[in-house]
C-alpha cells in the first residue's frame, strides 16, 4: 500500500489523499482548497480517471465530513465513481443545495456507519465517528497489503461528542503503520487548550443576561454542535430563539431528537429578504410550508427584542435595519476570527455604526496541541505524516517518527 498527498501537506483545506494497493486506489476526501485563486477545474488533483470515469481501478471516494474544503470538489467526479459518505452527513449536503452551493447532491452513494468495516476492493474501511465542528464526521482507519493507515480527517476533544475523542484514544487502531494528522490549530496562538463547547454555554448565559436588546448569534448555520451551545444558552436566559429557514430546514431535514425541532414550540423561524426572493423565484413555497406556525415577523422583532435571540448572517443586515430591532442589542460572532478581515461589511464597523455591542464568544472546530499529541501517545503510529497544516515542523513536538513530505509524493506505507 502507498499514498499520496495531492493537497494538504502544507496548507489548511483542499485535503486529498490517493491510497494505492494491488493496483487499486480510493481516495480521502476530494476538497476544494481555501488558499489560492484556482477555479475548482484547476484545483482538481491529477488521478487518472476522476473525471472521466475511464480508470476501472479507482474504485470510489471516501468523504470525512461535510465541510467544503473535504468534500468540495467530489461533484466533478465522473458519476460512475461511488462517493462513500456518512448518512446524516450526506442529508445534510442534500438539504443545504436548496439554498444555494452550500452543499452536494452525488449520484451514486454508499454511506457508511461508525466502526463498521466495509470494502473497496482490496481496502477494508473502518470509520470512527469523531468530534468535530462539521456534523456527522469521521476518521479512517485503511488496511490492505498487510499495511494500516490511519486518517484523522478533522478532530478535537472539547466539543458535545468529546466522548467519541476519548473512545478513540481507549479503543481505538494501536501501532498504526502511517497516521495523516490534522493540525489546524498548531502554530495559533493561545491555542494549547481550547474551551469546551459547554464553557461556551456559560460565557453565553452571562452574555446574554446582561444584554437588554436582541442578541445576533453569528455562527456557521451547519456548526449544528454550536447552534446547540446557543440553544442551551438561550433556554437558559429564557429567551426564545429564532432561527432563519436555511437553518430550520437543515434541522428538519436531519430530523434527530436529540435537536430542536424547528416545526414544534424549540424554535421560532425567520424567513430573511434574500430566502423569499429566492423561494418565490424557485416556486419553492414547500421549504417554507412546514414552519407556518413558527413563523416570526419584523414588527415582533422589534416589539419583543428584549426576549429574543436569532441567528445572524451578513445577508440579514437589511432585514434588521429594515425592521428597527437593534436598540440596546448584542452580535456575538462564534467563529474563527479571521473571518472577520474577509467579511463585507465590516461587522465591526457596522456594529458601531448602529450601536450595536459586538462580542466573540468561540471556540475551534480542532484539536488544540495537547489533544493532538494525546491521539498520537494512544495510537502509536510508526510513522507521522502531517496534513490540513501550516506547520509541518510542529509536529516532531507531537511525535519523533514524523516524517513530512510533500504535495505530489508518492510514498510506501
Known sequence: MKLCI????????????????????????????????????????????????????LLGIVISHPHADHYGLASLAHPSIPIYIGNEANKLLRAAMAFGPFGAVFPKVVNYQHRNPFQIGQFTVTPYLNDHSAFD???????ADGKSLFYSGDIRGHGWKARMFDQLLATGPKDVDVMLLEGTTLGRKGEERSETEATLVEHLIESISGTDGLILAAFSGQNIDRLVTFYKAIKATRRSFIVDVYIAHLLRSLGRKSLPDPTSGALRVFLPRRHKIGIIRNQAFDLIEPYRSRRIYPHELRKRRRHLAMTFRVSMVQDLTDADCLDGARLI??????????????????????????????????????????????????????????TPDRYRELSPNTTPISDGTWTDI
Not at 481516495?27 to 488558499?35: E, I, K, S, Y
Not at 456594529?351 to 502509536?380: M, N, P, Q
Open 6 to 57: 495531492h493537497r494538504g501537506t502544507a496548507e489548511i483545506g483542499g485535503n486529498c489523499i490517493e491510497v494505492e494497493a494491488s493496483g487499486q486506489s480510493i481516495l480521502l476526501d476530494l476538497g476544494a482548497p481555501l488558499m489560492g485563486n484556482l477555479s475548482p477545474v484547476e484545483a482538481l488533483p491529477p488521478v487518472k480517471g476522476l473525471t472521466d470515469g475511464t480508470n476501472a481501478n
Open 137 to 143: 464526521a469521521y476518521s479512517f482507519l485503511i488496511r
Open 333 to 390: 460572532y462564534s467563529m474563527w476570527p479571521g473571518y472577520l478581515e474577509r467579511g463585507s461589511p465590516d461587522l465591526r464597523e457596522w456594529c458601531v455604526d448602529r450601536g450595536v455591542d459586538f462580542e466573540i464568544i468561540h471556540t475551534s472546530g480542532h484539536a488544540d496541541a495537547y489533544d493532538l499529541k494525546r491521539l498520537v501517545e494512544a495510537l502509536r503510529p510508526k510513522r507521522l505524516i502531517p496534513i490540513h497544516t501550516l
